[in-house]
């Protein structure tokens, strides 16, 4: 039977620096990520979350240590079929209309472009989004931005959608309805999540929580 893990990290580390200033941000991380896994990685500001969140995704490489991707690929193909991000901050194009924007990743992957627009209509309309479609970033609440982010990641068909403190700009119910658009939109699907939060109320809600202290793993739970 083909390996189904989608990430495999085998004592992951990422240095900066040289010498007396050499940093380990992550340092000798064993995991693994599965389809349907919901995983929030907690640690305080500095620890390594957000270096490990790019390391999962092909961002950046590590230093020492291995990691691949054996259901989803190498590296090189990640995205933006298989991998789809959702940073702290919207990241939408500020040129692009919302729908625009949800269905550039689409477009990127080849899909006509007639196809990607009804996908991103249909996903846009299920998030209850529909209204925002013909806007542009700057004419969007934080909130509303954040939601488009996840709509493009979701329309994107991606198997692994990595999230950086999507919640963190947010205030708790606008934070709480966010997290309820994606679990949401993931239910029933074998995509995967990880995402990385200060919130312990959104960590409650993955089934999965990674410790990080100093860049070490320090706990799952």
């Given amino acids: 039977m083909p390996d189904t893990k989608f990430v495999v990290m085998q004592k992951l580390g990422r240095a900066y620096g040289q010498g ?12 693994s990520i599965r389809p349907g896994d919901r995983i929030a990685i907690m640690g ?20 020492e240590g291995g ?9 090189e193909t990640l995205r933006p079929g298989r991998v789809a991000y959702v940073f702290q901050t919207s990241s939408l194009i500020e040129a692009l209309t919302v729908v625009e924007n949800v269905e550039l990743p689409l477009l990127l992957s080849g899909q006509p472009p007639r196809e990607a627009r009804a996908r991103a209509a249909a996903v846009l309309a299920e998030a209850g989004l529909a209204i925002l479609a013909e806007r542009l970033p700057e004419e969007l609440s934080g909130g509303q931005a954040q939601q488009a982010a ?3 990641a979701i329309a994107s068909g991606a198997k692994l959608i990595l999230a950086d403190e999507p919640t963190g700009q947010l205030d708790h119910p606008t934070a709480q309805r966010l997290m309820d658009r994606l679990l ?12 990385t939060t200060h919130d312990r109320s959104v960590a409650s809600r993955m089934s999965c929580i990674w410790r990080i202290e100093h860049g070490r793993m320090e706990e799952k739970s």
Avoid: F, M
């Fill in 44 to 63: 305080p500001s500095g620890s390594g979350k957000t270096t490990l969140l790019h390391l999962i995704g092909g961002i950046d490489g590590p230093s």
């Fill in 20 to 31: 007396a200033r050499r940093v380990l941000a992550v340092d000798g991380v064993t995991a």
């Fill in 150 to 152: 996840i709509a493009r």
């Fill in 184 to 195: 949401g939109a993931l239910e029933g699907s074998d995509a995967a999540l990880v995402l």
């Fill in 67 to 75: 990691i691949s991707w054996p259901a989803l690929g190498e590296r």
